[in-house]
């Protein structure tokens, strides 16, 4: 095969031994050399030899996602999108343009509202005002978090609601003063309507997935790891299309898929486990949740919230129960990758594992918005690895401050703290909850505020480096999948995974000059990826 030549580059290599290159020289999907321009095309330059001037463009190791939902991204294709929106108003001609567009008895699904962007202060739309835009379909509006959603009467009436239903443990219908729905469903109470809702078919599914994946490189994202066989037909049908996309139609893009714990005993049944796959695509940990989210209270804390002081938040499971499904998924050798957001849920989980041996693939815990001193030591674990979304403080304050109290402040989304304290961490977008776009991520890592805001940031002590930033994208990444021999960094033997950029992150002033950055190549496997 064809050698190529990347040259004349700002190239940050992450690799101790030689940071920064001039010049990498990849093939057959590996880095065979790195280094200066005259050395490199003295020694691989040949007259078959593919030479791609980068014309001094600051290139890294390809960036990683730890964390998010191909499927949710791809329904953002399919589906109604109100991401972004900005106040009830909009929120609601949105669903009323949707409707207009389907005809009676057919289901409107949108997602990603959130109420605290509404600008006005305004609340949420109530069921009557869902029942006046869009009388004639069923409604049903994930929020951002994907733990609370909105439906219309048409919804419940389609889903055969009635008052008297037992509601799945740990979820709830809201109900107002009289006793009647008032269109707001929280945690698995939605599992009544969705049981309804007609699944997508397979075209329509491979089509959006294609689309997320091509929005993800375009991006500059070389792997994801990717939570999707509840949203995609299961794990059977989930393989299938990745395995389609990846290996079949050589999509590019590498996924690691965390698996959802009801689905572990159909990966035993396949043969299947962690790292199960090839380079491009791999079975990944299971996925669990310890807990909701902070934004409806449903996050277990280890202290009352602030602004509801009876509340402490909510545990999915038990802890006897949540040990014996730990226990389970240990028996099949296969790590946890645990949906963690308060400190009680964190303290919960780590005590578990550390009644439970070891395996080959690190544990995961993933978001840790709230932690607490005494549980930082727990976490510096080889064997562990805190995949965190930066993000989430750009989307979560001012509000958050309301559920904590200043009081804690110190402990919400601390990852310098983690860091510094040796604590592996991996930095992800949890898309669709946030934007795809890594820069971002990178941009509220190290700003730790809103980029139209000019403050200097929320618990701005929690800021990080640029390094330490691009970091979390890149070795963080690769060692939450324990593929650090194989990718995060720029060495000879790795995979030829890159992104390249239109400015030099490590030279600008003005950290908001990353939300001006373009990526202006992604590669993976030693080629250009054009999707």
């Not at 953002?76 to 991401?83: E, G, K, P, R, S």
């Not at 006005?120 to 009388?135: G, M, N, Q, R």
Request: hydrophobic content about 40%; aromatic content about 6%; charged content about 25%.
């Amino acid at each position: 095969m064809t050698k190529t030549i990347y040259t004349n580059g700002m190239i940050y290599t992450l690799d101790a031994g030689h940071p920064k290159v001039e010049t990498v020289v990849v093939e057959n999907g590996r880095i065979v050399d790195v280094g200066s321009h005259k050395e490199m095309i003295l020694q691989w330059g040949r007259a078959k030899t593919n030479i791609i001037d980068l014309q001094g463009k600051m290139a890294t190791p390809g960036l990683i996602d730890s964390h998010l939902h191909l499927s949710g991204v791809a329904f953002n294709f399919l589906d109604l999108d109100l991401c972004g929106v900005t106040s009830k108003r909009e929120m609601i001609d949105k669903i009323r343009e949707k409707a207009m567009t389907l005809s009676p008895g057919k289901w409107l699904i949108g997602m990603g509202w959130d109420e605290n962007l509404f600008e006005d202060k305004s609340t949420i739309p109530t069921i009557a005002e869902l029942d006046y835009v869009a009388p004639h379909c069923a409604v049903f509006l994930k929020r951002i978090c994907h733990h609370a959603f909105l439906v219309n009467s048409k919804a419940l009436e389609m889903s055969g609601y009635h008052s008297a239903i037992e509601v799945p443990m740990g979820g709830s219908v809201v109900l107002d003063s009289n006793k009647k729905p008032t269109g707001l469903l929280l945690e698995s109470a939605s599992n009544l309507i969705t049981a309804s809702i007609p699944d997508k078919t397979y075209d329509e599914l491979i089509y959006g997935l294609e689309q997320a994946m091509k929005h993800a490189v375009k991006n500059g994202l070389t792997s994801v790891h990717t939570n999707d066989p509840l949203y995609l037909g299961g794990l059977d049908q989930t393989y299938k299309m990745y395995d389609e996309l990846i290996n079949q139609e050589r999509k590019g893009l590498r996924c690691n898929l965390l698996i959802d714990y009801p689905f572990l005993d159909q990966l035993k049944e396949r043969g299947m486990y962690t790292g199960y796959g090839n380079e491009r695509l791999q079975i990944g940990a299971i996925k669990m949740f310890a807990d909701g989210a902070l934004g409806r209270r449903t996050a277990l804390l280890s202290e009352p919230y602030y602004d509801a002081p009876g509340e402490f938040g909510e545990a999915m499971h038990d802890q006897a129960t949540l040990y014996e499904m730990v226990k389970e998924v240990r028996n099949h050798m296969m790590p946890i990758a645990m949906h963690t957001i308060g400190d009680q849920a964190l303290e919960n989980i780590l005590e578990i594992l550390e009644q439970l041996p070891k395996v080959k693939h690190r544990d995961r815990l993933i978001h840790l918005s709230v932690i607490r001193n005494d549980l930082i030591q727990r976490l510096a674990d080889p064997s562990r690895i805190a995949d965190i979304q930066p993000r989430f403080v750009v989307s979560d304050y001012p509000w958050v401050k309301e559920r904590l109290g200043e009081k804690r402040e110190a402990n919400l989304y601390a990852w310098k703290t983690l860091l510094s304290s040796g604590v592996l961490c991996a930095g992800g977008s949890d898309a669709p909850v946030e934007p795809v776009n890594p820069l971002l991520g990178i941009h509220a890592s190290i700003t730790r505020r809103e980029p139209s805001q000019s403050n200097g940031g929320w618990n701005e002590n929690e800021k990080i480096s640029m390094m330490d930033a691009i970091k979390l994208f890149t070795v963080g990444g690769a060692y939450a999948t324990n593929e650090e021999h194989l990718k995060g960094t720029i060495t000879r033997g790795k995979l030829a995974d890159m992104t390249v950029y239109s400015n030099d992150l490590f030279s600008m002033e003005n950290p908001d000059d990353l939300l001006r950055t373009k990526v202006e190549m992604t590669i993976i496997d030693g080629e250009v990826n054009t999707l």
